[in-house]
């Protein structure tokens, strides 16, 4: 576990420090595009482009990560059989990507035709041209992922996450000198322009690692092995894709702007998850493949979830204390409405349990990859897509957007339960006492931090949202103290535990 948190650590640490323009590029496109039917043509046909790249890039990392751990282990990574072999899926990999974005760009126009919101003649062809843009970022984006699972499999977390989030950078540089002239229409070109920087620079690390490439479609060994998971994983990796589309699609037809609402607001749920969350399911997945024992994985397992709770559950207590200022200082500014804020912070509300479900479902999920037993994930992803559905058109008739962002926190939850239940059924020496008594720590921790916001901003409430410096620091005043409250139970309560947790000694009742 000592291993795996010294990986998250740097991975989030880089993320720290290059996605802090994550949140600047956010602000701009609130503050030079608002709420615009425009805006929601974008946001949907980037997830239209998702949806693929799901189906691909992320089938490709599932299946292919554990696949090279294991021949590396056997024959060694200088191989040359296994060598070639990773040559011709990297080629494979490109054919799936012309393909993909030929087709992609072909079927824009029914696609655009689909969509209850673009009925009006302009906004379809912002869509279209749109999403023909972003197609082309399939061309980079998929051989991307097999060269990032090939460094994955060696160890190399770092340098694959480094440089995906050059595609962000560049993209970001597009937004702030163009976005004047070429309007949303910049965004799609930036991400494009970003993703092709991203493959070319791995690619060049990728040689460098490895030696001499050889262009070859005839190996077909590496599709061989995946070939009887491919079609569940396929289904599996895109759900939470499709899940998104649906819940666009279904706002698009409430009123104008409803999709960028929904943007706004899932990217402040989504930050924690980016920055935490992320990196340590990043390191955690190679870890887990690499163990072949139950009880390995299993603690694995358990000290992964025991520090995920740590690091989400401060930030889910702030996200609710905090949403409408969160709201009013990333985007009440430029040509964002300020009569759309309240909307937006209770859809923040709606969508804030999300951000530990998520999490946790991902951790989840990935025990049951390892296992190889993606027929179940296929299973569970397609009725949480039947689910959402359902759940989306009955709330989003009677609570408008909001009903959207409540539909998938309640899918989220039923969800956890059931895998849950497998795991426990798969696993029963999953999450044993010492555990559970940890866990109970962390939300009494959670729940004091949340006591301690109550009583500081009832004795010193927040500042207009007009004082934006001295509510940026009024909020991290409030948030810092219930923080070091947090911190101070967990020390007092569960200092050993927690030190076993975050060192390399094992932890007691893992």
């Known amino acids: 576990m000592n291993r795996v948190l010294k990986s998250a650590v740097l991975l989030a640490l880089i993320g720290v420090v290059v996605k802090l323009l994550g949140p600047l590029k956010s602000y701009l496109i609130a503050d030079r595009f608002g709420v615009s039917r425009t805006l929601d043509a974008y946001y949907l046909s980037q997830n239209v482009v998702d949806v693929v790249l799901a189906v691909v890039t992320f089938t490709i990392t599932v299946l292919v990560v554990p696949l090279f751990t294991e021949e590396a282990a056997r024959r060694g990574e200088e191989k040359e059989a296994l060598l070639r072999s990773i040559d011709a899926f990297l080629c494979q990999a490109l054919l799936v990507a012309v393909v993909a974005c030929v087709l992609t760009a072909a079927f824009s126009q029914r696609i655009a035709g689909a969509v209850p919101g673009f009925a009006d003649a302009t906004v379809r062809a912002d869509f279209v041209r749109i999403l023909r843009i972003l197609s082309t970022n399939l061309l980079f984006a998929i051989p991307f992922s097999v060269i990032a699972g090939y460094l994955y499999s060696t160890l190399q977390v770092v340098l694959p996450s480094l440089l995906g989030n050059v595609a962000l950078v560049v993209s970001l540089l597009f ?7 070429l309007g949303v229409f910049s965004l799609p070109l930036g991400t494009v322009l970003g993703s092709a920087l991203s493959f070319f620079l791995i690619f060049a690390a990728f040689l460098r690692h490895r030696g001499r490439f050889r262009f070859s479609l005839t190996d077909k060994t590496i599709l061989k092995r995946i070939g009887g998971k491919l079609l569940p994983t396929m289904v599996f990796t895109a759900g939470g894709y499709v899940n998104l589309l649906i819940d666009q699609v279904v706002a698009s037809g409430i009123k104008g702007g409803a999709v960028s609402l ?13 920055l935490v969350a992320l990196p340590l399911l990043t390191a955690l997945f190679p870890e887990m493949a690499r163990q072949k024992g139950e009880r390995q994985r299993g603690e694995t397992l358990n000290n992964g979830s025991l520090l995920l709770g740590l690091a989400l559950l401060p930030l889910l207590v702030g996200a609710l204390f905090f949403r409408t ?5 990333f985007y009440n500014h430029g040509e964002f409405p300020p009569g759309f804020v309240p909307e937006a912070a209770a859809i923040l509300l709606a969508y804030a349990p999300t951000m530990v479900l998520l999490s946790a479902n991902n951790l989840l999920q990935r025990f049951f990859m390892v296992e190889g037993r993606m027929v179940l994930l296929m299973g569970l ?14 709330f989003a008739s009677r609570l408008s957007v909001v009903g959207i962002a409540l539909a998938t926190s309640l899918n989220e939850t039923w969800y956890f339960v059931v895998m849950i239940w497998l795991l426990r059924k ?12 940890f866990l109970g720590l962390e939300l009494l ?28 620091v009024a909020s991290a005043a409030h948030g810092g103290i219930a923080l070091l409250i947090y911190l101070a139970v967990l020390l007092l309560l569960g200092r050993k535990r927690l030190l076993a947790l975050l060192g390399s000694r094992r932890a007691p009742g893992a």
């Open 445 to 472: 921790a959670a729940s004091a931090m949340a006591a301690s916001l109550f009583l500081s901003t009832g004795v010193i409430a927040l500042p207009t949202p007009e004082k934006r410096l001295s509510l940026v």
């Open 175 to 181: 937004l702030l000198f163009t976005s004047r002239s």
């Open 325 to 329: 200022p969160l709201i009013e200082l």
């Open 262 to 274: 929904l943007a706004y607001s899932q990217f402040l749920l989504l930050l924690p998850y980016t």
């Open 426 to 437: 798969s696993l029963p020496e999953a999450f044993p006492s010492g555990f559970r008594r």
């Open 381 to 394: 992803t397609l009725a949480s897509n039947v689910a959402n559905l359902a759940m989306d058109i009955l």
